[in-house]
């Protein structure tokens, strides 16, 4: 098991701004921060790439700091459709510490970032130590299971509209600006419907003002329309998340602009190479 050691203070001012990206790593206090950021990898992740198989076991965790991630529910006859979303507010990986084993979903980026990878032993040796650490992995697993149980009503008993208004809005609650990069073609493998019913929602969001769409992005016009036209599923949700993850203002006010890119720290960050990306896949959702 690896030994948990302060990272040197270079580093953890390079990786402080990233680290108050993250919903979980920024409400951790600064000790436990300093033990973990030398186990810290931080990893590109490009839309489309799969980052978590169905049934396989977890070898690293990953906390997102900016992008969102997919958990989406495969059918033995093809079929799919999104039961969860993971953003900047949680984690892929909940079998390292719940002792599953593996996920039975299969994690897919969505819109494209970058995060911190985490191995397996490192997790688990922290996790153990009981704590605020612990504390908040399992407030987040609260918040995810809501967020199953949720969605599974919504894809459901709500229109194609309706869903489509409650993923751009839990997106847009994971990203920077009112834009979520998304084709028509990713949003309804993630619904389990067909293109037209999302060509035709998007169409009635648009002429109404609400969105605009062109190739692969929805422009957010009116958050407060969207929210009006989506179902309650997305209050309840984030109520939820709100209510057990709330935001840390002192780590907000303190910690400078977003930073976008990986590049901003590339010296210290250890990135992975493309065959690193692929180990990824490892990972459990």
């Known amino acids: 098991m690896h030994s948990l050691v302060a990272p040197p203070p270079l580093r953890y001012r390079a990786f402080a701004p990233l680290l108050a990206q993250s919903r979980l790593l920024a409400g951790l206090p600064e000790d436990v921060q300093q033990r973990l950021l030398p186990h810290l990898i931080l990893v590109q992740l490009p839309a489309g790439q799969t980052l978590a198989e169905p049934h396989r076991g977890s070898a690293r965790a990953l906390f997102p700091v900016a992008g969102v991630v997919s958990l989406v529910q495969e059918m033995p006859d093809g079929a799919s459709g999104q039961v969860a979303i993971v953003g900047n507010e949680g984690l892929l990986g909940l079998p390292l510490f719940m002792g599953g084993g593996a996920m039975p979903t299969r994690g897919v980026v969505q819109c494209a970032g970058h995060g911190f990878a985490m191995e397996r032993d490192c997790l688990l040796e922290e996790f153990e130590r009981g704590g605020v650490f612990m504390r908040q992995l399992l407030r987040y697993t609260q918040a995810l299971i809501t967020q199953i149980s949720q969605l599974v009503i919504c894809n459901r008993h709500h229109s194609i509209e309706q869903q489509l208004c409650r993923v751009l809005l839990m997106s847009l609650d994971r990203l920077s600006g009112q834009e979520v990069p998304l084709t028509q073609e990713f949003a309804a493998r993630l619904l389990g419907v067909r293109r037209e019913g999302v060509t035709e929602a998007a169409g009635r969001l648009r002429e109404a003002g609400i969105v605009?769409?062109?190739?692969?992005?929805?422009?957010?016009?009116?958050?407060?329309?969207?929210?009006?036209?989506?179902?309650?599923?997305?209050?309840?949700?984030?109520?939820?998340?709100?209510?057990?993850?709330?935001?840390?203002?002192?780590?907000?006010?303190?910690?400078?602009a977003p930073v976008r890119t990986i590049a901003a720290v590339p010296p210290l960050a250890r990135p992975l190479g493309s065959a690193g990306l692929c180990q990824l896949a490892d990972m459990g959702g």
Do not use: I, M
């Not at 929210?227 to 203002?249: F, I, M, Q, T, W």
């Open 212 to 256: 605009a769409c062109r190739r692969g992005v929805f422009a957010v016009r009116s958050r407060a329309a969207l929210e009006a036209r989506s179902c309650g599923c997305y209050r309840v949700v984030k109520d939820e998340y709100d209510r057990l993850l709330p935001a840390h203002a002192a780590h907000a006010q303190e910690s400078p």
